[in-house]
């Protein structure tokens, strides 16, 4: 129990944490809408920064999370500090040369990595060029991002999660404050976002740095290939790097379908990268935050060969995912258009923009309990030292995707890729906990499960609730308005929540009681 309680409280915390960056991130997506919209500076923006940014989830945050944080939970648990810090240091100068090398080949290759994954803008010379200086520039920010993660893995073995937490604030605040200066202070254009990724990315790095040093990171040139414990996370990490390269190809294979403006209709590229923001927010909030909280404790349950209380975090872990995830999918599916013109529909981002985006985050939404659900399941799979079936049940998952991608982007457009992701991950899910299941005994489903269909009546009604109060009944009675808008969409939110968690508590769930209780004594208080 009381390590559950020590997951929930460092998940609460990371979330929060998650919540600031997202909100910032939030204000960060509204500039660049603002800015640029759905048009040719963005597109070229978006496609630049996808490359380094999937090359930070493959070589940094997922791998440290997934290989690097049991590893080094093990050496804390059975090795005196010299020994730790002889494992860390030896990490940090491998992410050193190896992030230095990614680097320059990504600044070299810039040219045919474009033609790769956007190659709709090959016949549109001055985007295609465009978009090779901006990724030239961008590209070096995964040097920075890479040791900011394995720094973080470091981290989090402590079970360490304030600072960490707190880096991705750090990244969104420096992004705003200098695109906001170098684009006009010094006109630096669409560059100016470039510019802002790095210094971003310097900023999440030296973050970290006292915190490594509170904890007894001292640096040696000397630490370098000779800790016998690398060979092993060597094994690990080549699965584990496959696997996150094998999820990445449905970025990429969506990056370049959406390029073919021809078939998808104009905007593509950037209509995926604003809708998938937003759902990233509750998925962030809740489901990688739960699972960077929950890897640490699977690890040590996993190495102390308690079966009992890995099933019962692996069944709390999900059932709080559904509880969160399935009432959030359903209120973007009711408010996704007021609320992505709300937050981004000015500037440059007109009516077409907000119609390109919100239809796309329509299909984005329906596999959000799922792309949650595979974060704790990924992360139980690795805290066993099983990296090879994820890589198998992602790999499957990638070929369905590509074949839903050809069927569903000619009659949906840009919207069936977005249906095929939310299909394709759906699939991956329940892979995944059909062999966990086989693999470590019943996961309590019929719980699980139970959770599943009651967080879905209630949401359903929720979603009825709000939609006939904000369309039948606030819009017609007040009007529109930004700032009554903003005020209908809060006053629906509000509501939502009410009615979710009555409905909830009269079917008895553990979930929406405690949060009622919690309400309650803070009012009597």
């Not at 999370?65 to 804390?76: D, G, T």
């Not at 904890?215 to 414990?229: D, I, L």
């Not at 399935?326 to 077409?352: C, H, M, T, W």
């Not at 979603?463 to 903003?486: A, N, Q, T």
């Amino acid at each position: 129990m009381e390590q559950n309680e020590s997951v929930a409280k460092s998940a609460g915390m990371i979330g929060f944490a998650t919540f600031l960056s997202r909100i910032l991130g939030f204000v960060r997506d509204i500039i660049i809408a603002a800015l640029f919209g759905t048009g040719f500076y963005a597109q070229a923006f978006i496609v630049a920064f996808r490359i380094p940014n999937i090359l930070r989830s493959v070589v940094g945050e997922g791998t440290t999370n997934s290989v690097v944080v049991p590893i080094l939970s093990e050496y804390i648990t059975k090795y005196d500090k010299d020994e730790f810090w002889s494992l860390a240091g030896n990490l940090i100068n491998i992410f050193l040369l190896v992030l230095i090398v990614i680097s320059g080949i990504g600044i070299i290759l810039a040219p045919f990595i474009v033609r790769v994954i956007a190659p709709g803008f090959i016949n549109d010379a001055d985007k295609f060029y465009l978009t090779i200086k901006l990724t030239r520039i961008i590209f070096p920010y995964i040097f920075f991002i890479g040791l900011t993660s394995i720094s973080i893995g470091i981290l989090n073995s402590f079970r360490y999660f304030k600072i960490p937490a707190f880096s991705q604030v750090i990244f969104n605040l420096l992004f705003i404050v200098s695109v906001t200066i170098l684009y006009f202070s010094f006109g630096f254009g669409i560059y100016s976002l470039a510019i802002g990724v790095l210094i971003a990315g310097v900023g999440q790095l030296i973050m970290q740095i006292p915190s490594l040093y509170q904890y007894g990171f001292r640096y040696s040139k000397k630490m370098f290939f000779v800790h016998p414990a690398i060979k092993k996370i060597g094994k690990l990490f080549i699965p584990r790097l496959m696997g996150a390269g094998v999820y990445h190809i449905n970025v990429l294979v969506d990056t370049m379908l959406a390029s073919l403006a021809y078939i998808v209709g104009k905007g593509g590229v950037a209509a995926l990268y604003y809708s998938n923001r937003l759902i990233q927010f509750p998925l962030a909030i809740f489901g990688i935050a739960l699972a960077q909280a929950v890897l640490p404790t699977f690890s040590r349950q996993s190495l102390e060969k308690n079966l009992y209380d890995f099933k019962k975090t692996l069944s709390l872990s999900l059932k709080n995912i559904f509880f969160i995830t399935v009432p959030s999918a359903i209120g973007l599916v009711i408010l996704r258009e007021p609320v992505i013109k709300i937050l981004f529909q000015r500037g440059n981002f007109d009516s077409y923009s907000t119609y390109i985006t919100s239809y796309t985050l329509l299909f984005y939404a329906f596999g959000l309990f799922s792309y949650a659900g595979i974060k704790i399941l990924v992360s139980s799979f690795y805290s066993l030292k099983d990296t090879l079936t994820p890589v198998k049940v992602a790999s499957f998952s990638v070929v369905i995707n590509i074949i839903l991608n050809i069927i569903l982007m000619y009659p949906l457009k840009i919207g069936g890729l977005a249906l095929a992701t939310s299909i394709s991950a759906t699939i991956n899910f329940l892979l995944l906990y059909y062999i966990l299941r086989r693999k470590i005994g019943e996961i309590y489903e019929k719980e699980v499960f139970i959770v599943f269909l009651k967080s879905l009546f209630a949401s359903i009604i929720m979603g009825i609730s709000c939609y006939i109060f904000f369309y039948k009944l606030y819009m017609v009675f007040i009007g529109l308005g930004f700032i009554k808008e903003c005020a209908g969409i809060l006053l629906t939110v509000i509501l939502g929540i009410f009615v979710y968690l009555l409905i909830g508590s009269l079917m008895n769930m553990v979930e929406a009681k405690r949060i009622v209780k919690f309400f309650l004594n803070k009012i009597r208080k």
